[in-house]
Structures are given as structure tokens and as C-alpha cells.
């Protein structure tokens, strides 16, 4: 699972850094396999206007990518379900709240996600 977390660090004497500093953690490492039929889900939130683009690289099996709208239920806003290795991307201008991410594995996979955002 990954999303956006905060992060600060403490020394012995109880100083802590300001400010905490947000940034996305992918706990995902490089190389894993995402087997047939397992859900890895991340957890964003982004800048209300701000243009998102989520890209799924797939170097190995086949995975789909689906992305919920705060407050979405049942089916995914946004659904790419390109067959085998092909990149899967998805654009989209966010609005305020939390995003559901989802890399489906359709077959067993390997796969990189990059999350940028522009605006």
C-alpha cells in the first residue's frame, strides 16, 4: 500500500524538523511480482485544479490500473485494462479529497507506478 505520509525526524535531544515534509511512499519494492488477482492499492490526495497523471508500467505479466474520486463507490472514474506489458496511463484534474489507486494483477506482474502532477 503507498500514499501520501508525512515524515520528520527526531534526534535524542527531542528536536523534531519543521517543516514535516509530504511525499508519496510506494512500500512496493522494485521487482516484487503482484500475483494473478491481487490488489495493491495506494492513497493520494492532490491539489484541487491540479492536472494528474497516473502512468502503470508493466514490465512483466499483465496489470490494470483503476482509479476512484473521493467519495466514489462501485465502479472505478477511471479504468485502463491495456492487455500484457502494454503502459497504462490515466489523466485526470483533481478535485478535493482522497484518491483510490488500484494496480489489479490480471496475470501475475511486475510493474512500476509513477504519479506526477502539473498546475
Do not use: C, K
Amino acid at each position: 500500500m503507498g500514499g501520501q505520509r508525512g515524515v520528520y525526524h527526531a534526534d535524542g535531544a527531542n528536536n523534531v524538523s519543521n517543516p514535516v515534509v509530504l511525499d508519496s511512499i510506494n512500500l512496493v519494492l522494485p521487482g516484487d511480482t503482484l500475483g494473478e488477482g491481487v490488489v495493491t492499492q495506494y492513497r493520494q490526495t492532490f491539489t484541487p485544479g491540479e492536472t494528474v497523471t497516473v502512468t502503470l508500467y508493466v514490465t512483466s505479466g499483465d496489470a490494470d490500473l483503476y482509479i476512484w474520486r473521493p467519495g466514489g463507490t462501485g465502479a472505478p472514474d477511471y479504468w485502463s485494462n491495456l492487455p500484457g506489458t502494454a503502459t497504462e496511463q490515466l489523466v485526470f484534474t483533481a478535485m478535493e479529497g482522497e484518491y483510490l489507486i488500484e494496480v489489479h494483477g490480471y496475470a501475475s506482474a511486475s510493474f512500476t507506478l509513477d504519479i506526477a502532477t502539473s498546475g
